[in-house]
């Protein structure tokens, strides 16, 4: 006899949160139990929609075979875009679910029919919160914007590519808390002065409320440091120009930081760090990137001033910090680690001939065990020894996510990675990552697909701390 479930134990809210916290397989088969299962599936599994233009470039050859297949794919996404566009247009109950919509435009031939479908669907979007759009084949139109300062009144993250920018009338949205201009491959010019004011405005209009921002460093120039001060995050792609020194003082309640310093540019981020060690006094995560390669090579001195930056941020949660650097010039930056009493998130780069036993040793010492997410990237002359790796990992007893990349890749398997790692829930190795599910045996999920892994999101993640780690690294199988 089948047992009746009674939805009077709880209400619709502590269902509706449950349901939430579903595997992605498990809200739709909540589809199918009941009508109000299926309401509630609705709004968590429709709450985020994805538009696609196209196929982007960069991903065919790992998503498709051959022209044939690439054919399909494309007709596959535009057919379910149309449906789902269609569905938003004409369903209000529906367009009441939706909160998010991320756009991919990689077609060369989208035209006004297109764009004007999409502005349809973005008129009943009254609860919309967030916009991302990936790609400038093309861009958002003029009309998109002016739709969404219109329409969306609750619209509060906007990611687009810089360099639609000019053309997009962004001072006309207020009350973001997020603003991300991105680069594309097609920016291969520097902003002209008229698209850093259009920026400016942006941030303008936005002072009271903003505090989000991801900005190219020649952009970030004209902005005066006073109309950053609201900023609790702040991302500086490609930093030549910023004068960071110039604006840490004023970045008084920034928690999160991410640059992406220049070796040949003078006044960035060590100048910066280095002149004003006192400054950024709540920061909490900081993220240093940058290229790896050994044209670009920061020496001990400059690894030297970090670290005696982050000695007086004791409360430091998340540290990334991937720059050209040789292991031994690494030491001061290893020495102020266990002092980083909340650090929990960590991920380094580094080069050397080998990963040798007392490498790995002086890792073991200095990375704190309560470290519960690693990203370890390497170049080295020779194999990275897998017995040497995996006794890292094997130390690290708290660790949860796990990513590994190596020039030359390490010999690894992901199935050593769960055994040496045994918490470890999702592991990255070499421009992949997979799932690890334990019970009574460890079950280890097929890689990411291209597509979810260059468009990775929290949601992927399962977890923000995870996300974050990898945030702006562009990987590849």
């Not at 609705?42 to 538009?51: D, G, N, P, Q, S």
């Not at 990689?106 to 967030?130: I, M, P």
């Not at 900081?286 to 790896?292: D, E, I, R, S, W």
């Not at 690894?303 to 991937?322: G, T």
Request: glycine letters at 4%; hydrophobic letters at 40%.
């Amino acid at each position: 006899m089948k047992r009746q479930l009674n939805l009077s134990l709880a209400p619709p809210e502590i269902w509706q949160k449950i349901v939430n916290e579903l595997p992605t397989r498990d809200k739709r088969h909540c589809l199918q139990i009941s009508r109000f299962f299926r309401e509630l599936a609705i709004r968590t599994l429709f709450a985020k929609i994805h538009v696609h233009f196209g196929v982007d470039p960069y991903l065919e050859d790992y998503e498709t075979d051959d022209d044939a297949s690439l054919h399909a794919l494309r007709h596959t996404r535009l057919s379910m875009t149309w449906d789902i566009l269609q569905r938003i247009i004409h369903d209000s109950a529906f367009a009441a679910v939706v909160t998010s919509v991320v756009v991919y435009s990689y077609s060369q031939c989208l035209g006004l029919f297109e764009q004007r479908t999409l502005c349809q669907a973005l008129v009943r979007l009254h609860g919309l919160q967030a916009l991302s759009w990936h790609g400038d084949k093309p861009g958002p139109a003029n009309e998109i914007t002016q739709t969404l300062a219109n329409s969306c009144p609750f619209l509060r993250e906007l990611a687009v590519p810089l360099s639609s920018s000019l053309r997009l009338p962004l001072p006309g949205l207020k009350r973001l808390r997020s603003l991300q201009l991105y680069r594309t491959e097609s920016l291969l010019e520097p902003n002209h002065e008229s698209e850093s004011l259009v920026i400016r405005e942006a941030i303008r209009s936005n002072q009271q409320t903003l505090r989000k921002l991801q900005i190219q460093g020649q952009d970030l120039r004209h902005i005066p440091p006073s109309e950053l001060g609201h900023l609790t995050e702040l991302t500086i792609m490609d930093i030549g120009g910023a004068r960071l020194g110039e604006i840490v003082s004023s970045l008084v309640h920034l928690q999160f930081l991410s640059v992406e310093p220049d070796l040949f540019i003078e006044g960035g981020v060590f100048d910066a760090f280095a002149k004003k060690p006192s400054s950024l006094p709540r920061l909490r995560t900081l993220k240093v990137m940058g290229a790896t390669d050994a044209y670009h090579r920061f020496n001990g001195s400059e690894i030297a001033i970090l670290a005696q930056f982050l000695e007086k941020r004791v409360s430091m949660r998340r540290l990334d910090v991937c720059i050209a650097c040789d292991w031994e010039d690494l030491a001061p930056l290893l020495h102020v680690l266990p002092g980083l009493k909340d650090l929990t998130v960590l991920g380094m780069h580094f080069r050397t001939d080998k990963l040798t036993h007392e490498i790995a040793n002086q890792l073991r010492h200095f990375i704190p065990r309560r470290t519960n997410a690693l990203r370890l990237s390497m170049s080295t002359t020779n194999n990275a020894d897998r017995g040497v790796v995996l006794e890292l990992l094997s130390a690290l007893t708290m660790l949860e996510f796990v990513y590994l990349r190596g020039w030359p890749p390490p010999r690894l398997t992901v199935e050593e990675i769960a055994k040496a790692a045994q918490r470890v829930k999702l592991a990255g190795l070499n421009g992949r990552f997979y799932h690890i599910e334990r019970s009574e045996r460890v079950h280890i999920s097929s890689p990411w697909s291209a597509h979810k892994t260059y468009y990775r999101e929290a949601g992927d993640f399962g977890c923000e701390d995870w996300e974050w780690l990898m945030r702006h690294y562009y990987l590849s199988p």
